[in-house]
DNA sequence: TGTATTAAATCAATTGTCTTGACTTATTTC
DNA sequence: GAAATAAGTCAAGACAATTGATTTAATACA
């Protein structure tokens, strides 16, 4: 920053800009709608189908897509339609959790090609870092085995962890990974790996997964809530994922709100409503690596614990998507998490009739006000792995912006 | 719609799209820098110096912007430094409350010009519409005898009014405007008066009032908490207006959000938290076009009744804050309202020490996490006639895309 | 006082992307 | 088999930003 006083602006664009958004436009089009004509490109974006034809030329020529067999469809010459080529760009994904480190490489339509466990690193994040490039590299070698073109493809590495960041100081909670939060991990891997890293957390990355693969494909205007060890909401707003001015919104785990019967010194909502709540009631040590399998036996099994867990978390979550809806006017709301799909669909089912609020529409539009999303230990690795790659492919307003 | 299945895609631009969005880039630094020479300009937008010296010579052309004195600033030949001209651009505001409607119009730079009051047209909206009709037509007949030349410059009529739309058939609520929020408003004011009309609700335009003029400018994550005569928060996310799927995003009085104390079965958020509720705890009538100042004096006088409905409020808005703090992750939080003054500053006082939140960070950004916004009956209207004057120059993702 | 230096702003030619309008190709309809 | 319809291409043109040289006007320094 030199002397003069700073002047704040957002950045023009050019030509580039607009070509590369173009790209991004026909990329996201195939995406949403599987395979088009260059003719139905054109009329979908806008674009006149001259400038559609060059663009999926280059696509073509980078490998990014790819025709298929012609189609006839009434009068006319046939149109040949294009799809997305899955092997046209990969990234990695990598979720440090409590207990746990997993590792996927996807491709560019979300196919999971690798994917590796194991526990967290002790030690802390000093020595943990080193363990961590070990295991990236180890997957970087099983996606080349299978890919050997795949090197110049990977377009960066995702990495999601529990939030929140950069306020360490104040929360030394047991709760939460101070150190790993603390450490500057991204840069890090950045140095070590050469790639592109973007730190995001854990609910952010599970909703990207659900905009790729799950319930919210194709939806601009969704809340994801989040259970895993903690409790998030991962937010897409007009299409985009949301993260507040320092990448620490949808945290809503550290919500102090009542319920019935609860004192003023209520504590944060994720610890009643968390993967890690549940294992405390259920004496369950989270760390067990079989620690998906026992919280299914316990859920199938249902004691009173698990009943009354279940009852007061569904009844705070009723709450929370009530709250949640009357902020966000979404489309839909999306339960997922690191947790197993019938504790998901319990809790569903429990958190049913849902309050009223604006999103208790006469004509609703297809969506329900509430859904279940991806219940997979592997999302977040999976939503960590998508960032990259709607980072680089997706439509967005910094994309357009010049590159200096 | 045609019969061929619907291709969902964003539009594409071209170098029109570009060259737009290079255009409102400019405004964009010139309102919030206040006046800068083109030489600055292309520094801070990353054009190059031709570029940007074409650009401010058409907005020149168009009478947007305008040159000052040169000014010396060390070596090198004195910069000329350019401004937004005030009158380069006008657009009329218009507020429907329970009680009143205001009229304001403002030019390119916030400043207003007309301002009119009356009260809200008893008979229902199918009459209404023709009285507020005249009363627009009237503030425009006043502007044109200051300005002649306004006519061509009348950029739209922003529209606000107490939210949530379209979901009346369930909430058949006395603290909601049914008859006027289930009419075609904006589409009858459109044709009546040729103008693009945009509707919000009052929340997000007194967060836009806030953005332009108030402690939200220059800002671009901020939740706006709006108290007038119900609840709303207006939210600016990534320096645009979030409005939700629906239109209905910041419905935060809405929210059935517990007190300690509460029980289950609790009212929304703004039955306990609005000027509405206040009057009622009073005995003020609300349509009493006295009504800001009675209330100013009934803060002042400070009987126990105010004192417990202030304890209240600021006990339920002090959650409210904590929970969107740890939703949004904002800049700042601004409690604004169309209430008076004195209200908003007792209430602040009342809610600290605020609770703790991801916003709690040791080394604050220079916001403040709370603070008082624009208290005045009038920010509403003035933010509803913002928005055709952001939707027409600030810089904006929907602005590059083609246009047909 | 005079020359070098620095910075703002402009001129003229160039580049790159999309657009336009005519054309080719392939299929269905009558 | 001719007309109609739709997909897709070709080649020239339009437009906005870029490039590099140039002009203008100030300060710095000998």
Redesign the interface.
């Known amino acids: 920053m030199d002397a003069r006083k700073s002047?704040?602006?957002?950045?023009?664009?050019?030509?580039g800009?607009?070509s590369a958004?173009?790209r991004r436009?026909m990329i996201?089009?195939l995406r949403?709608?599987g395979a088009?004509s260059r003719a139905?490109?054109a009329?979908?974006?806008?674009?006149t189908p001259q400038?559609v034809s060059n663009i999926i030329e280059e696509l073509a020529r980078d490998g990014l897509v790819q025709s298929q067999a012609s189609v006839r469809k009434g009068r006319g010459q046939p149109a040949t339609p294009y799809h997305l080529v899955p092997d046209g760009a990969f990234a990695i994904g990598l979720q440090i959790d409590r207990h746990v480190t997993r590792t996927v490489i996807v491709n560019l339509v979300g196919d999971v090609l690798v994917q590796t466990e194991s526990k967290l690193p002790s030690g802390g994040p000093a020595e943990g870092v080193l363990v961590i490039l070990d295991i990236v590299g180890k997957a970087c070698e099983t996606l080349m085995a299978q890919f050997p073109h795949a090197a110049g493809k990977l377009v960066g590495l995702g990495l999601a962890m529990p939030g929140?960041f950069?306020?360490n100081?104040?929360?030394d909670d047991p709760w939460m990974m101070t150190a790993w939060q603390n450490f500057p991990l991204a840069e890090r891997i950045a140095e070590g790996t050469g790639l592109e890293v973007a730190l995001q957390n854990d609910a952010s990355a599970a909703a990207t997964a659900e905009r790729l693969l799950g319930a919210a494909h194709?939806l601009?205007?969704v809340v994801c809530i989040y259970l895993g060890y903690g409790l998030g909401?991962g937010?897409i707003?007009?299409g985009e994922i949301?993260?507040?001015?320092?990448?620490?919104?949808?945290?809503?785990g550290?919500?102090?709100?009542?319920?019935?019967g609860?004192?003023?010194n209520v504590e944060p909502l994720e610890h009643y409503t968390s993967m890690a709540s549940l294992c405390n009631v259920l004496g369950i040590d989270p760390s067990d690596p079989r620690l998906f399998a026992l919280v299914t036996d316990a859920v199938a099994d249902g004691g009173p614990a698990v009943e009354r867990w279940i009852n007061n978390a569904a009844d705070r979550l009723r709450?929370t998507v009530?709250?949640?809806e009357?902020?966000?006017?979404?489309?839909t709301t999306i339960l997922c998490g690191g947790a197993p799909q019938a504790l998901i669909d319990r809790l569903i089912e429990r958190m049913g009739p849902l309050?009223?609020?604006?999103a208790?529409?006469?004509q609703r539009?297809p969506e329900p006000r509430l859904q279940a999303g991806l219940a997979d230990p592997w999302s977040v690795a999976l939503g960590a792995a998508a960032e990259p790659i709607a980072r680089a492919f997706d439509?967005?307003?910094s994309a357009?912006?010049?590159t200096?």
Chains 1, 2 share one sequence.
């Open positions: 002047i704040r602006a957002k950045s023009g664009t050019n030509l800009g607009a958004h173009n436009i996201d089009a949403i709608n088009l139905d490109l009329r979908a974006t806008g674009l400038t929140p950069g306020i100081e104040l929360y194709g601009d205007h909401a937010l707003l007009n949301y993260g507040g001015a320092y990448s620490n919104a949808g945290e809503i550290m919500m102090l709100a009542l319920a019935p609860d004192d003023a709450r009530q709250m949640l009357s902020i966000f006017d979404p489309q309050m009223p609020s604006i208790d529409r006469a539009y439509p967005r307003f357009i912006l010049k200096p």
